[in-house]
């Protein structure tokens, strides 16, 4: 038998007004990842490893806590990419448009309505659990992730055995910037078993 924790934090707050971030490749100031350093290392969190999203937002912080250990970046683990719309800001688009009419269906029914060029919700679950397995198969210590807020919702509900397709899942769970979503893992006979330690913590 073998246990390990794998830490989950996500990126801090990025340099740009609010949109849809997916596959868009924009940073975060190094003040706010010193910020979040810091808040890691009073939580008193013990990893062997990271691994990163190979994206700005993640990867410069995921550069700043790994110090001495291995770090892997993983594309895999990257943010859905919505498309057309992915990184345009909000306040450009009308309300009431056909545009926002589209952001609309998809915030109340991702799972069925796309946005235009975009990954779907499918797609983007099926690369990130699999990714996810590979890693609980693969790794046998402690190890820290830094990545985004929808890949960490999808990895919790595959472990809790959520509906992916539920859009309150995407809506009414908080991961806020910097916070920290923990979960157990024992292996027994190469049959891997989890237990959710915490969700979208702040330090």
């Known amino acids: 038998m073998k246990t390990f924790t794998v830490t989950f934090i996500r ?26 350093s810091d808040s890691l290392t009073h939580a008193d969190i013990g990893y062997q490893t990271v691994i990163s999203s190979p ?15 291995p770090l ?8 859905m990419h919505f498309g057309q719309l992915d990184g345009t800001p909000f306040e450009t688009i009308t309300s009431g448009s056909q545009v926002w009419q589209l952001l ?19 797609s983007f679950c099926k690369r990130v659990t699999g990714c996810w397995s590979r890693i609980v198969n693969e790794l046998r210590n402690d190890v820290l992730i830094v990545t985004h807020g ?10 809790l055995g959520l509906d992916w397709e539920n859009p309150q899942w995407y809506s009414n769970l908080t991961i806020r910037n910097g916070s920290i979503t923990q979960i157990q893992v024992t292996v027994i006979e190469n049959q891997p078993y989890f237990a959710v330690k915490q969700i979208g913590s702040i330090y």
């Open 55 to 69: 994206l700005r937002r993640c990867l410069s912080l995921a550069e700043l806590l790994a110090g001495e250990h």
């Open 72 to 79: 892997v970046c993983e594309p895999a683990l990257q943010e």
């Open 11 to 36: 990126h801090g707050k990025v340099n740009g007004a609010p949109a849809l971030y997916g596959s868009t490749d924009i940073g975060v100031c190094p003040a706010t990842n010193q910020a979040i």
């Open 150 to 159: 929808g890949v960490i919702r999808a990895i919790v509900a595959d472990v």
């Open 104 to 122: 609309e269906q998809f915030w109340h029914n991702p799972a069925s309505s796309g946005l235009p060029d975009a990954e779907s919700l499918e």
